[in-house]
């Protein structure tokens, strides 16, 4: 049952009363509490405020867990988390997933998605080395891929600061906009003579062996897709995440409208011949999330192509299903699937 809001209190993100009954009841209980009276970023003129924590919003994850240790360090222009696990490595080394958080490419840092972090570093066993590429509009595309690159590159190359790694056990991840430079970093990260269309990344490309999976959580995988075409059944209905607030981000990320359709903006463009050398790729899809059709197609797509393409279908989620996996047993259990699948893929299990 919704609160009814107090007087001075204006409703400016109501749920749309189709969907209603189709949400995950956890969430409505979220949203009608709090998130219907935040003020849509959409409507604001960029003065970076989208930045601050929203006031009145209290956490929507869980605490992190104990890790071995936390530390930051320079990679070029950005900088980087890197959880290391309680204990010892095997003679192998330390496998790792290289975390890219969300944020529509203008939102967010290394203080985002900490409990997941730690949650997969403990869980699988792995390091788990968090990317602050540099955020739009200060840094327009291509420069977020182009540190997404590299900081692939650099996990890649075994460097002092990471002590003994795995490389032949490598995932690459993200959420939302995030996923959407994992996608991107993994395809680059596939052979050292991949042209790429747009971003000019900074690091050599040793790379000796293809990413060990892909793991993304509601990606933003086709720029060109609009309320028209693409997002068409959840456009008029789906909540937070909006097709305004979408375009919104965009067009602090773009500064060309044409960048859009170029795979290192929409890797759903990528040449056929390179996305089918994608590794295993684990996919979460929220239900009624804007970002529901063009991440199914992507599944589908690379299925076609032969990639072992896994998606995981959240009945009732939406945008927000990450971000509140503290308040939504369904996140929650989206975050287990997803350590169950580096588990599987690093042999941790």
């Not at 956490?59 to 696990?85: A, H, K, L, M, N």
């Not at 359709?261 to 390179?274: C, M, Y």
């Not at 032969?306 to 998606?311: F, Q």
């Amino acid at each position: 049952m919704a609160e009814t809001p107090n007087d001075d209190r204006k409703i400016w993100q109501p749920l749309h009363p189709a969907i209603r009954d189709k949400l995950d009841p956890q969430y409505v209980e979220y949203h009608d509490k709090y998130l219907q009276y935040i003020v849509p970023d959409e409507i604001k003129d960029w003065d970076g405020s989208v930045r601050s924590p929203k006031g009145g919003l209290p956490p929507g994850g869980t605490q992190p867990v104990p890790v071995g240790s936390i530390e930051d360090y320079d990679v070029g222009r950005f900088r980087v988390r890197v959880y290391t696990p309680t204990g010892e490595s095997d003679e192998r080394g330390w496998p790792a997933l290289v975390w890219f958080h969300g944020g529509g490419w203008a939102v967010g840092g290394l203080n985002n998605g900490r409990d997941l972090c730690s949650w997969a570093c403990e869980g699988a066993r792995c390091m788990v080395i968090s990317v602050d590429y540099g955020l739009a509009p200060e840094n327009p595309f291509p420069i977020a891929v182009e540190d997404a690159i590299d900081a692939v590159r650099w996990v890649f190359s075994s460097p002092a600061e990471l002590g003994k790694i795995d490389t032949t056990r490598i995932s690459i991840g993200g959420t939302s906009s995030g996923g959407n430079l994992a996608v991107i970093a993994a395809l680059a990260a596939l052979g050292p003579d991949v042209p790429l269309p747009s971003a000019k990344p900074s690091l050599p490309n040793t790379i000796a062996h293809p990413p060990a999976s892909v793991l993304l959580f509601i990606p933003v995988i086709d720029n060109t897709a609009t309320a028209e075409d693409v997002w068409k059944p959840s456009a008029e209905t789906a909540p937070w995440l909006t097709d305004k607030r979408l375009e919104w981000y965009r067009k602090l990320y773009f500064t060309r409208d044409e960048d859009r359709q170029k795979w290192d903006a929409s890797p759903n463009h990528a040449p056929e011949s390179l996305l089918q050398k994608l590794p295993k790729t684990w996919m979460a899809i929220s239900e009624l999330d804007l970002l529901a059709p063009e991440a199914l197609a992507f599944g589908e797509q690379l299925r076609r192509l032969g990639v072992d393409a896994e998606t995981v279908f959240v009945k009732g989620g939406t945008h927000s299903i990450l971000s509140l996996h503290g308040r939504i047993d369904r996140g929650r259990k989206m975050i287990e699937d997803a350590v169950k699948h580096l588990q599987g893929v690093f042999g941790t299990s």
